[in-house]
C-alpha cells in the first residue's frame, strides 16, 4: 500500500510537472504567433506602436502651405496632402508637468498610423491629444483639462484622445491647426506630407515636384529610401 501510495504521488507530480511545461510551452507559441503576425507578416502592427507616419513624400521649406496644397491636389497620383510641425510645447496638469514634440496636423484622422487607445482624435482649438506615457505624467484621463505653456504664456485644453507611441520616447501630443493658431496667429507648417494612389509610382512623382519646386528652395524626401 506504501509503495503504492509513493507512486501515485510520484505521478501525480510528474503529471503536474508536465501540464505546467504545456501551458508554458503554449503561451510560448501564441506569444510567437501574434508577435510574427503584428510585426512582421502585418507590419502596420509595428509601425502604429512606433508612431511613425508613412506618408510617401515629404517636402519641407514650402513658402506657402495653402497655395502648394491645391496645387499638388491637382497631381493625378496624389490621394492625400496634410501639413505637419513639430514643436516644443509643455503642459502641465495641477504639480505635474511634461515637455512634448507636439504635432500639428490640420486633421488628424487622415493619418495612417495613430494608434489612438481611448477617446477620438482633436477638432476644436481646444482639444488635444496625448500619449499614454503624458497621460500617465500629468495623471490625466479623457475628459480633463491640462495646460499648455508656449512662448511664456498658458493655454487650456481639453484631452479628448489618447495614444500609444514609443517615438519621442513616447513624450507626444498633437493639437490641430487651429488650436495652434490659438498660441502662435502667424503658424505655418513646417513641411508638407504627401500621399500617394495606390500603384503610383514614388520615384517619377518625386521627379515632376522636385521640377516644379527647384527654383522654390523647398526640400523633397522620398519616404521609401529614407
Known sequence: ISLGVKSAFHSGKQNRVIFVLLLVFSFACTFCWVWYY????????????????????TITGVQNFNKDKEELKMFPEVDTVLGHSGIAIEYKKGGESI??????????????NLNLQEGRCPKHDNEVIITTMVAKKLQADVGDQIQAKYNGKRYDFLVVGINQQISMLGKWAGLTE?????????????????????????????SKLENQYKDEGAHLTNSLET
Open 38 to 57: 503584428n510585426f512582421v507578416y502585418n507590419g502596420d502592427g509595428l509601425i502604429r506602436l512606433i508612431g511613425s507616419e508613412t506618408n510617401d513624400i
Open 99 to 112: 515637455s512634448t514634440t507636439t504635432s500639428v496636423y490640420e486633421d488628424f484622422d487622415k493619418l495612417k
Open 178 to 206: 487651429k488650436a495652434m493658431q490659438r498660441m502662435e496667429p502667424n503658424f505655418q507648417y513646417a513641411s508638407i506630407y504627401i500621399y500617394l494612389k495606390e500603384g503610383a509610382n514614388v520615384k517619377k512623382v518625386c
